[in-house]
């Protein structure tokens, strides 16, 4: 690999579908860097097992997530596409940050916390650990950029403190991780009951647009997205469900459409009906292609195994680099 450009590093679990969220906060950008920088993206599989998938499960899970981040235009010829237990020298990292990750801080972690009230009886120790395995995964190639969604921001703050205390005690070795985001703000695509949670994939399944979606679910979907009977007065402030809408809107449909809702919007005129069934026609014809194309690379299984095996070897290269360096800096080196 050209060793002149930036390294990326990005990675999702394999915990479901994927859905617009996963798309805009991140996909998108893997696809808009995959030419410009090293890129290393991979299905984050042994991050699924904290809620402990049915193995039958896991490789369903796993190839969809390859096929649909090939069917959204990711090109695995140009950036490396991996799963991330077939390289081992990412939990051997993972083993190596921990003496370096403390258990008040990582309890303090918002993720951890929301998840410890979510599900009380499988507070398990990969859950506390988390952001120190999702250190490890972008450390592994020294990256730079990281295209994540907005709820990963404090992760990686994590991964740059991780990066710091093993520079300071070992030398230097780890550059900080940044996230990024193409424009200028990190995104969350935001669920659409209005209830002010983002879409995601195991939670509020009826308000959040997969990219496997049929049709009529995207159609349903969208016209029972909260409205209310419109603005009375001129120019007010749109509620955050309303602000969801159009920002949904700004996504997927062309800008003089939200333009001239904007425009009925501030002169009191929006009529919400017609506006998601605009935005439902907008989105199927976003979807549609998306689905039907990794639809059709899910039934090619020896492909998708190719490339897996494939960007395997080629993160394993990156990896043993930093593995080796990572233990001559910690002093385990005693056969040279
Ligand atoms: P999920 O939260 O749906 O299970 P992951 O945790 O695997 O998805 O996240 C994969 C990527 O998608 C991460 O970069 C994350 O920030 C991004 N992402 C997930 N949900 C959203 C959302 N609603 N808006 C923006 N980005 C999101
Ligand atoms: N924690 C991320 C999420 O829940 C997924 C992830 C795991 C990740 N390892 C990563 C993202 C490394 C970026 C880089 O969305």
């Known amino acids: 690999m050209n060793s002149q450009k930036e390294i990326v590093v990005s990675g999702i679990r394999s915990t479901g579908y994927l859905h617009l969220g996963n798309y805009f906060g991140a996909i998108r950008n893997y696809v808009k860097m995959q030419a410009d920088y090293d890129c290393y993206f991979f299905v984050a599989d042994y991050h699924s097992l904290t809620t402990h998938p049915k193995p039958e499960d896991l490789k369903k899970n796993v190839f969809r997530v390859l096929a649909e981040n090939i069917a959204s235009g990711l090109n695995p010829e140009q950036a490396v596409f991996y799963a991330q237990s077939d390289i081992p020298e990412i939990p051997e990292l993972y083993l190596m940050l921990n003496m370096l990750a403390y258990k008040g801080e990582l309890e303090k972690v918002p993720?951890?916390?929301?998840?410890?009230?979510?599900?009380?009886?499988?507070?398990?120790?990969?859950?506390?650990?988390?952001?120190?395995?999702?250190?490890?995964?972008?450390?592994?190639?020294?990256?730079?950029?990281?295209?994540?969604?907005?709820?990963?921001?404090q992760h990686l703050e994590m991964a740059r403190n991780f990066a710091q205390r093993y520079n300071n005690r070992y030398g230097e070795l780890f550059p900080e991780p940044q996230a990024f985001n193409f424009g200028s703000q990190l995104s969350k695509v935001m669920s659409l009951d209005g209830s002010g949670s983002k879409m995601s994939k195991s939670e509020n399944e009826n308000a959040t647009i997969y990219l496997a979606d049929s049709d009529e679910a995207i159609r349903k979907k969208i016209m029972k997205a909260k409205t209310d009977s419109g603005p009375t007065e001129n120019n007010s402030e749109k509620p955050a469900y309303i602000q969801s809408l159009f920002d949904l809107m700004a996504l997927i449909s062309p800008p003089e459409t939200l333009n001239s809702y904007d425009?009925?919007?501030?002169?009191?005129?929006?009529?919400?009906?017609?506006?998601?069934?605009?935005?439902?026609?907008?989105?199927?014809?976003?979807?549609?292609?998306?689905?039907?194309?990794?639809?059709?690379?899910?039934?090619?299984?020896?492909?998708?195994?190719?490339?897996?095996?494939?960007?395997?070897?080629?993160?394993?290269e990156s990896a043993s680099r930093t593995i080796s360096l990572a233990r001559k800096g910690i002093g385990i080196q005693y056969y040279s």
């Open 111 to 153: 993720t951890f916390k929301d998840k410890v009230r979510q599900q009380p009886d499988n507070v398990n120790a990969g859950l506390l650990t988390y952001p120190v395995l999702m250190a490890a995964d972008i450390l592994i190639h020294r990256a730079v950029k990281v295209p994540v969604g907005k709820d990963q921001e």
């Open 263 to 316: 425009t009925a919007f501030n002169a009191c005129t929006i009529r919400y009906g017609d506006m998601k069934k605009q935005m439902a026609e907008d989105m199927v014809a976003f979807v549609a292609p998306i689905r039907e194309w990794a639809r059709q690379l899910q039934e090619d299984e020896e492909s998708l195994r190719t490339i897996l095996r494939r960007g395997a070897e080629r993160a394993r």
